[in-house]
C-alpha cells in the first residue's frame, strides 16, 4: 500500500440559493483517525462524499487536497451509511464484491479471515435478507477493510451494533486500518473520545475542533480523561447553534 496522505477540505457548500455549510476547514492527518461529529442533516456525509469524488447534488466552493499532491480518486474507500449489501450474494460474495468488479481475481482466503475476525463465520454463505443490522453492518465493514485503500471514509460505521460488538468492532477497525487516514462520522461522543486522534464538531454555522487528551488513540472507554473528553464533547453538541 502507498504511504498514507493527509486531506484538507477547505470550503463552503449549498443547495442553489440554499446554505448547506458555510466555509470551513478540515484538516485531516495522514494515517490518523479524525472524527466528525455534529446534528442530522448539517452536512457530514455530504462532506464524506465530496472526499470520496461521489456525487452529492451541493455546489462546492472550495478544494479538497491530498498532503502529497496526488489524486485521492482510487486511493479511498467508503463505507455509507447504508450498507449497500447485494441482495444476491451471501456474505463472502459481498465482501469480495469490490475485487470482481474491477475484473481482479477476490483474494476470498484474506475475506474469509476478516469474515472470522467480525464474527461473521457461521453466516459467511447467508444472503443480506438472513442477516440482522448489525450483522449487515459488519459485512459492510468487512467489505470496506477489503479495499485495502490508504484513505478510509466510514458514515456511522457502528451504529446498529450492541455495545460489545461495538467496542469490539472498533478495536478491529483501529488495528485492521492502522497506518490508513480515516475519516469517522459518527453521533457517538464516547467513540469519537475513544477512536479520534482529532475530532472535528460542526453544525449548521460551521466547523470547530476539540483537542482530544494527550493519551494516543485508541483509548480506553473507561478512562478517566477518555470519559471527560466524551462529557466536553456532549456539552458541545448540545449547544445550540449561534
Ligand atoms: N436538493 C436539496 N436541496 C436542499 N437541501 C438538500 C437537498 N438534498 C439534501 N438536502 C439537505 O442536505 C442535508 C444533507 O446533509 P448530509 O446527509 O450530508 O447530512 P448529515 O450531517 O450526514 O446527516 P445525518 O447525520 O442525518 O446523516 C440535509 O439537511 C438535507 O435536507
Known amino acids: 500500500m502507498t504511504p498514507a496522505p493527509g486531506i484538507t477540505l477547505i470550503g463552503a457548500a449549498r443547495f442553489g440559493e440554499s446554505p448547506l455549510f458555510p466555509p470551513v476547514r478540515l484538516e485531516i492527518d495522514p494515517g490518523s483517525w479524525s472524527c466528525l461529529l455534529g446534528p442530522s442533516g448539517c452536512g457530514k456525509t455530504t462532506i464524506l462524499r465530496l472526499i470520496a469524488g461521489l456525487d452529492t447534488g451541493v455546489d462546492f466552493d472550495g478544494h479538497i487536497r491530498a498532503s502529497d499532491g496526488k489524486p485521492l480518486p482510487g486511493r479511498v474507500a467508503y463505507m455509507a451509511q447504508t450498507d449497500l449489501l447485494m441482495p444476491w450474494l451471501d456474505v463472502l460474495g459481498n465482501v469480495t464484491l469490490g475485487a470482481r468488479l474491477r475484473g481482479e481475481t477476490p483474494d476470498v482466503e484474506a475475506a474469509e479471515t476478516l469474515v472470522e475476525r467480525l464474527g461473521l463465520s457461521e453466516h459467511a454463505h447467508k444472503r443480506p435478507t438472513k442477516l440482522s443490522g448489525g450483522q449487515r453492518q459488519r459485512v459492510a465493514l468487512a467489505r470496506t477493510l477489503m479495499e485495502d485503500r490508504p484513505v478510509v471514509l466510514l458514515d456511522e460505521p457502528f451504529s446498529a451494533l450492541d455495545a460489545r460488538t461495538r467496542a469490539e468492532m472498533q478495536d478491529l477497525a483501529a488495528e485492521t486500518l492502522e497506518g490508513r487516514t480515516v ?58 447553534a449561534a
Open 183 to 240: 475519516l469517522l462520522v459518527t453521533h457517538d461522543p464516547g467513540e469519537a473520545a475513544r477512536l479520534g486522534d482529532r475530532v472535528f464538531l460542526m453544525d449548521r454555522t460551521g466547523m470547530v475542533e476539540a483537542v482530544p487528551p494527550a493519551t494516543p488513540a485508541i483509548r480506553p472507554a473507561a478512562d478517566s480523561e477518555t470519559l471527560a473528553f466524551q462529557g466536553r464533547l456532549l456539552d458541545a453538541l448540545r449547544e445550540p
